[in-house]
């Protein structure tokens, strides 16, 4: 599933490419990938004008002149493909559908403009989907009201990061940063890479972190998440950023799929365990689980 740095990467895609445009028609081939009422469809999406593009946590934000908006999550497999004449522009999904025919079997949406472009919403696997709701409404529904700040906006502090961790000290901290109600956006990856940055060993208890680590942590986050929007996000398995090219932040990764290699700091062989169900890449030296 897309993290934060690659979901981010898609909306400052697609916000130099639809803002302005106005929608014409829509199409859907499935209530699944698209639930919403026909009379709103009509009503709040035909005819209105694309304002601008957002996100919170992993889920796109497309503000429409008509107080509603569209929100995306591509889950496992979705993608969005936005053709205009001869220009193409993929996100998502790194399958044939981002330079083939389209519409083609896994289009379950198509947003047509006036101008003629259209983007597409394609999902092998069926899990994502594209939701109109008031945009007033938004901050209101279940997800928005459980999910946690996001980690790099610049008024969250180390200390309101550490803060976000007391609710979680029972559980170890590799559990607690993947916990969408903490911090907002915090996939495998970046997990990964944030606590071998801070020397912190995953499977340690969130009430073993001392102060100090926790002020570490979030600077690590806060630098592998940045880094990775400025490389156009990771090229793990599933993600091409807005121009159809995979990211970039896999060639600079120190521990995240560099099992069997050498640690960038130490030069210790990196190790691939299981902690909180995923599998978790450590420096068993750097970030020794000690006794707690």
Known sequence: MPELPEVETVRRGLLGLIVGKKVKSVTNDTPKGFPNATADVNAY???SNVMNVSRRAKVLMITLDTGYSLLIHLKMTGQLV???????FGAGHPNDSLVGDLPDKSTRVSIEFTDGSIL???DQRKFGWIKLLPTLEIPNIDFMKKVGPEPLEADFTAEEFADRFTRRARTTIKAAILDQSVV?????IYADESLW???IHPSRLVNTITTEEFALLYTELRLVMNLAIEKGGSSNHTYVNAEGKKGSYMDFARAFRREGLECPRCGTIIEKL????RGTHICPHCQSTGVY
């Open 45 to 47: 999406l035909i005819g």
């Open 82 to 88: 936005y053709v205009a004449n001869k220009e193409r």
């Open 120 to 122: 597409f919403f394609n």
């Open 184 to 188: 907002a956006g915090v996939g495998n």
């Open 197 to 199: 940055g801070a020397k």
């Open 274 to 277: 299981r902690v909180a169900g």
